[in-house]
C-alpha cells in the first residue's frame, strides 16, 4: 500500500533522513521506534507531505505522490495525528472534527454527520465533551479528538506521530485499544514511537531508526523476543 524508497530529507546541513526505505501493506499496523532525533518525526511530515522529499519516492497505492501537496495527500487516503495532537484549542471538539473533514465538503452533510457519529461513538467521552472548547480537554482526550480529526477524511492510512506523549499509562492504553479495534477493522497504522515496548506489542512489524536510517526490521514479536536487547542498545548509541 505504502512503498517509501530511499527518502531522504534535510534540514539545512543537516540530514534527518538517509535512504530510507520502508513499506507499509494494506491494512498493515507498523512500528517505527528509535531514540530522540532518530528521524521518526521526519519521517511522517514528509510522509504527509508536510516537509519536501530531498530524495527518494513515495508510492501510496501505485501512485507516486512523493511531491504531492499535503491536502491532495488527505485525499488520497493519507492521515496523519501530529506530535503535540495540535487540536485547534479556542474551537470546540464538534468544530474540531468537522476541519478533519474539510476535504469532502462536496459530500452530503449527512455522510459527513454520520462519520462523525462514529467517532464520538469509538470515543464517547468526546461526545460528552462535544461542545467544549478543545484547550480545555485533558491530554488524552485531546489525543482522542485529534485521532478523531484524522479519521474524518476517511483514511486508509493512518499516521501516528508518538501517540503517547505526556499521557498516563492507562489512558494512552484506552487509545491504543481503540487503534487495535480500527486496525481490526482494515485500517491501515504507521506508528512512530519512543516506547519501544508498547510498540513492539501493538503492531506486526517494525523498524529501528538511528540517525536517520534504518538500523533494523522485522516482525515486532522476533524484535521483541530476539532483538529487544540490540533495540535498547541502539537507543543508547544514538545518544
Ligand atoms: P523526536 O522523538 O525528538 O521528535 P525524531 O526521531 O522524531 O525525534 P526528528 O524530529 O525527525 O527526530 O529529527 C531528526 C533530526 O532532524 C534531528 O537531528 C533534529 O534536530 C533535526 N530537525 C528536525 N526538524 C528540524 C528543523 N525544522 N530544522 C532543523 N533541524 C531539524
Known sequence: MLEVRDLKISYGQIEALKNVSIQV???????????????????????SGAVRAGGGSVVFDG??????????????GIAIVPEGRQVLGPLTVMENLELGAY???????????RDRDMILDLF??????????????????????????ALMSRPRLLLL??????????????????????????LACLMVEQDAHVTLETTSRSYVFRTGQVIMEGSSSELREGGLVLVEESYLGSG
Not at 103 to 113: K, M, S
Not at 127 to 140: C, K, N, P
Request: aromatic letters at 4%; hydrophobic letters at 45%; proline letters at 4%.
Open 25 to 47: 501493506g494494506r491494512g498493515e499496523f507498523v512500528g517505527v521506534i528509535g531514540a530522540n532525533g532518530a528521524g521518526k518525526t521526519s519521517l511522517l511530515m514528509a510522509l
Open 161 to 186: 506521530d508518538e501517540p503517547s506523549f505526556g499521557l498516563a499509562p492507562m489512558v494512552f492504553a484506552e487509545i491504543l485499544a481503540t487503534l487495535r479495534r480500527l486496525h481490526a477493522e482494515g
Open 63 to 76: 501512485e507516486e505522490v512523493t511531491h504531492l501537496p499535503q491536502h491532495l495527500r488527505v485525499g488520497r
Open 103 to 113: 476535504q469532502r465538503r462536496a459530500e452530503a452533510r449527512a455522510v459527513i454527520a
Open 124 to 149: 464517547p467521552i468526546l461526545r460528552q465533551r462535544a461542545r467544549q472548547l478543545a484547550a480545555t480537554l485533558s491530554g488524552g482526550e485531546q489525543q482522542m479528538l485529534a485521532i478523531g480529526r
